[in-house]
């Protein structure tokens, strides 16, 4: 079946320390992966997103990992501040028909502790 | 901001009612996409407008309806109201056939079924 989910719902890290939200996929036949970042009340923001043929790739602060053995991502945050309080989805982007879908997982929410 | 626009912003109904909701893409993207978020969980996806015409449906029964407008705004329909119908509505927009780049997403409109 078609799942996307996540390790931890919870994380809660020190500001300044790095923060690691993990995913789990299940579907190999996924073309890219997108990492959103939502805030209470607000839609979802993208963040960075990484192609099936590639193993990392590096954005402002932020560094997203795919293992395509294991069917694992991951999103680093460097240096984690109060602003990166939030919920984070990983999306899995599936060409079907024509149409990109994005499956969601349910989300890590990330708490910074000042 | 992503400058997709959606309206209302809260929406409470009965059971039984029905509903209409509102998107403004963002400039330049012709592809519009919604979704259903449950409390708690990631967004599902609802179906997909291209050009004005539907491009790929999720789950969905038949009383979730849509349309897409000239300007590439677009509406979602949801008739005969159910309490699990309960939940934030996103739509995203994005340009490329059938979404193709990054799907940006408005703040939602949170409908509230009585």
């Known amino acids: 079946g078609e799942s996307v989910g996540l390790h931890l719902p919870t994380l809660s890290v020190q500001e300044g320390d790095n923060s690691i939200i993990n995913c789990a996929y299940s579907?190999?036949?996924?073309?890219?992966f997108i990492w959103y970042k939502q805030e209470s009340g607000k839609g979802p923001q993208f963040i960075i997103d990484?192609?099936?043929?590639?193993d990392k790739r590096q954005g402002q602060r932020v560094t997203v990992l795919l293992n395509k053995t294991v069917k694992h991502l991951s999103l680093q945050i460097a240096a984690t501040q109060p602003g990166d309080s939030a919920v984070y989805f990983c999306?899995?982007?599936?060409?079907?028909?024509?149409?990109?879908?994005?499956?969601f997982g349910t989300g890590t929410r990330l708490k910074v502790l000042a | 901001e992503t400058g997709v626009t959606q309206s209302p912003t809260h929406l409470i109904k009965t059971r039984g009612q029905q509903v209409t909701l509102r998107c403004s893409s963002q400039?330049?993207?012709?592809?519009v996409s919604w979704y259903q978020q449950a409390l708690g969980q990631g967004p599902q996806f609802i179906f997909q407008?291209?050009?004005?015409?539907?491009?790929g449906r999720g789950n969905f029964p038949p009383r979730f309806s849509g349309l897409q407008f000239p300007n590439y705004s677009s509406e979602l329909n949801v008739n005969a109201l159910e309490l699990d119908d309960s939940a934030l509505y996103l739509c995203?927009?994005?340009?490329?056939?059938?979404?193709?780049?990054?799907?940006?997403f408005g703040p939602g409109t949170r409908l509230t079924v009585l």
């Open positions: 579907n190999s036949a996924s073309d890219y």
């Open positions: 995203a927009s994005s340009s490329g056939q059938g979404g193709a780049d990054t799907q940006y």
């Open positions: 999306a899995e982007v599936r060409i079907t028909s024509g149409t990109y879908k994005y499956i």
């Open positions: 400039s330049g993207h012709n592809t």
């Open positions: 990484i192609r099936s043929n590639m």
């Open positions: 407008y291209y050009r004005e015409e539907e491009n």
